[in-house]
Nanobody, 117 residues
Framework: QVQLVESGGGLVQPGGSLRLSCAAS????????MGWYRQAPGKERKFVAI???????TYADSVKGRFTLSRDSAKNTVYLQMNSPESEDTAIYYC???????????WGQGTQVTVSS
């Protein structure tokens, strides 16, 4: 099993910045990918960014150039730096792990990000 603890959500003004963190513990040896999804009110959960074990990072088109995903392997933690957020980025952000350990997919509890002036 993998446990995920997220932090860093809150209220941010358009054009500001915010950093989300997700720390993994437990069966971390089985982790293949880590990243973030988000779910806006009344909408389905959508992909934001992900990093593979090898370090390859993929972003959703909607956040490219504004959000940066990084990893601290020593801390088993990924970070999502959100720069120049827009109102459309308002959502609950969920940390995601893809693992070789059942049930293979893990989700964090979610952290609310609200972009508003």
């Amino acid at each position: 099993q993998v446990q995920l603890v997220e932090s860093g959500g809150g209220l941010v003004q358009p054009g500001g910045s915010l950093r989300l963190s997700c720390a993994a513990s437990g069966s971390i040896f089985g982790i293949n990918t880590m990243g973030w999804y988000r779910q806006a009110p009344g909408k389905e959960r959508k992909f934001v960014a992900i990093i593979t074990r090898a370090g390859t990072i993929t972003y959703a088109d909607s956040v490219k150039g504004r959000f940066t995903l990084s990893r601290d392997s020593a801390k088993n933690t990924v970070y999502l730096q959100m720069n120049s957020p827009e109102s459309e980025d308002t959502a609950i952000y969920y940390c995601y792990v893809g693992s070789t350990v059942r049930p293979y997919v893990y989700w964090g509890q979610g952290t609310q990000v609200t972009v508003s002036s």
